[in-house]
């Protein structure tokens, strides 16, 4: 068994409260860089289509199957109390309070974070940062912040792509192939589904994800050691970090928001 | 902002800098005279990037003070720091262009960044600087799919996008064949002139490096071993900077990284079977 010394433990304790004081000031840094960000906003923009548009198909591929699967696995437990005319609704409430959001984040993190903390990695190894800088470019404001806001803007809307073909996989599995009645489906879910307390909080549960996600996933490239091996371990980073916070997130943001 | 009319653009005084317990400058005191082109040479290692950087304010020194136009670069604040870079530019060893934008792009992005220009005259700008490094014809390329030697013209067309009064060479000849070596010490000495910079490049590359340059500064451990004029230096006495001018492989730079004595480390070498690896004393 390892023992460590008191100084050295001291020494890892103070480097950990360093690194979060200076990610907790990045990400302050960010916050405040909405404005001038969105002024340039080609330069978000881009970011929007690279990190939407790319990420669209793996996340309405992935809604689509798990609103399959929803649609068999729910039918199959409401038959039991003979109510399989709540499938719409079962299926719609677990996509856009819980699924919708969280799933996406984790796919966002493995498909658009890791290629975001590669990218920013990668111009740190090549000096591209370092050139940012002596051209008076700050590096944070002209590469980070687009990259940032590009991900929090997309991550609802990604989100809101992943219910919807939930739904539609439900719908089909559900309606289509299994026989439960249409217009039972949809008046369930019209009925049963509140705007602002359902998709509401799904919404700002994707936007904190968002946030979260995007961050950990520039800051990560950011950080990483200018090296192949560096760029490749804060690729990793990412993905576990990002994941875990989504996870936890999720069950602090669900608890606070939805009570019976 | 005042500009200073002292013979020296960049002086140096008394800095020190290192990382943790290694000192990679010790006390040095050196200038950089106005409208010249300065050599900065040295064994790798020595410390003449690290000048580079604090030059350019990327690294602050630990005493001493690093002066740019009469203003100490130690101190600045950002936006003090970044009005003083404004008036540098700077080469990277492998040109650092952005991968994701086009040549002409990667030249327009200083003039897009710090000027309201219209896009018509950043077009014109830009043409102007890759005509003057040659790659005019190269405007639309991407940089993947440029040599090493026309990736730094490219980085030095955009170094100088901005007409910087000061334009500093990380190894500028280093990697790259024999005639883009000889293309790019001429396009320091043309561009200097004709722009009336202040040049200031790092190099090993003897040759090339004694014929464009006014200045030469030779570093060694840490301090500075001789500067003054190409001739002045060629003709040191001083055994470093003689081994350093005339390539020699034995002098006060030692082959060997300072180590245990080989017999700690081997055990009697006098064994005859010790001999095969070549080991000696």
Known sequence: MTWYKPADVGFATRSKMADIGYAARLFFRLLVSFVPTFRRFGLVRDQMHFLGNYSLAIIAVSGLFVGFVFGLQGYYTLIRYGSSEALGLLVTLTLVRELGPVVT???????????????????????????????????????????????????????????ATGVIGGWVVGVLMIGVDAGSFWSQIQGGVDVWQDVGNGILKSIVFGLTVTFIAVYQGFEAQATPEGVASATTRTVVVASLAVLGLDFILTAMMFTI | MAHNTSESLVELRRVTFGYGERVILDDVSLSVPRGKVTALMGASGGGKTTIMRLIGGQNRAQTGQMLFDGQDVTTMDQPHLYAARRRMGMLFQFGALFADLSVFDNVAFPLREHTDLSEDMVYDIVLMKLNAVGLRGARDMMPNALSGGMARRVALARAIALDPELVMYDEPFSGIDPISVGTSAKLIRQLNDSMGLTSMFVSHEIEQTFAIADHVIILANGKVAAQGTPQEVLHSTDPLVYQYVNALSEGPVRFHYPAVTVEDDFGDVADPSSQQFGVSR
Request: charged share 15%; net charge neutral.
């Open chain 1, 105 to 163: 984040a984790l796919l966002f993190a493995g498909r658009a974070g890791t290629s975001l903390t590669a990218e920013i990695g990668l111009m740190k190894a090549g000096e591209q940062i370092s050139v940012m800088e002596m051209m008076a470019v700050d590096p944070i404001q002209r590469v980070l912040a687009p990259r940032f806001w590009g991900g929090v803007v997309v991550m609802p809307l990604l989100a809101a792509v992943f219910s």
